[in-house]
Antibody
Framework: EVQLVESGGGLVKPGGSLRLSCAVSGLVFSDAWMNWVRQAPGKGLEWVGRMQHSGGSIDYAAPVKGRFSILRDDSRNTMYLQMDSLKIEDTAVYYC????????????WGQGATVTVSS | DVVMTQSPLSLPVTLGQPASISCRSSQSLVHSNGNTYLNWFQQRPGQSPRRLIYKVSNRDSGVPDRFSGSGSGTDFTLKISRVEAEDVGVYYCMQGTAWPSFGGGTKVEIK
């Protein structure tokens, strides 16, 4: 069974940085396609970015491109979301998701990590 | 970008009655490989989203058969044949044919 566990959320000031982690089990992580999706308070779902299998490409949504980076550590079966230059509008619950194939399938979701950007 | 539009925004339903949610895309979701990457997700109160349906009409493992998906091209529908109390929540459609995008959500509640 594929399981995803996010951690690292918290309160940060505008302009600050935060790194989220997504620990993955139940699959060969180096072959995995993984996403970050966020949900602002009381709002819908927004795709943030995706990491393909190890050595593959990484893509970002326009609102976060240049500020957020998706990283991976295959030795720890963990994906990261490095968030820099945070804005108030980045406040959201951040979910990691797993795609079972090349296309955006989002088969499994983690429980989410809450990020609050406030002065 | 592909814009996904769901209706209605809110759907009050009597227990045991059917419910239907519409999802329309701003362009065809048929991929060049012939597949249509349209998913449906359920988000119960206080929980993470859970996928119910993938590629328009395929139910995920463990999803009750009262849930069904249909449609083609730009028009898609999620139907619940007989709503149960555990079906309360927000339902989202999502396309994966292009850069992924979600519908705004439909809140299903019991009358």
């Amino acid at each position: 069974e594929v399981q995803l566990v996010e951690s690292g959320g918290g309160l940060v000031k505008p302009g600050g940085s935060l790194r989220l982690s997504c620990a993955v089990s139940g699959l060969v992580f180096s072959d995995a396609w993984m996403n970050w999706v966020r949900q602002a308070p009381g709002k819908g779902l927004e795709w943030v970015g995706r990491m393909q299998h190890s050595g593959g490409s990484i893509d970002y949504a326009a609102p976060v491109k240049g500020r957020f980076s998706i990283l991976r550590d295959d030795s720890r079966n963990t994906m990261y979301l490095q968030m820099d230059s945070l804005k108030i509008e980045d406040t959201a619950v951040y979910y990691c998701t797993w795609d079972s194939d090349y296309y955006y399938t989002m088969d499994v979701w983690g429980q989410g990590a809450t990020v609050t950007v406030s002065s | 970008d592909v814009v996904m539009t769901q209706s209605p925004l809110s759907l009050p339903v009597t227990l045991g009655q059917p419910a239907s949610i519409s999802c329309r895309s701003s362009q065809s979701l048929v991929h060049s490989n012939g597949n249509t990457y349209l998913n449906w997700f359920q988000q119960r109160p206080g929980q993470s989203p859970r996928r119910l349906i993938y590629k328009v009409s395929n139910r995920d493992s463990g999803v009750p058969d009262r849930f069904s998906g249909s449609g083609s091209g730009t028009d898609f529908t999620l139907k619940i044949s007989r709503v149960e109390a555990e079906d309360v929540g927000v339902y989202y459609c999502m396309q994966g044919t292009a850069w992924p995008s979600f519908g705004g959500g439909t809140k299903v509640e019991i009358k």
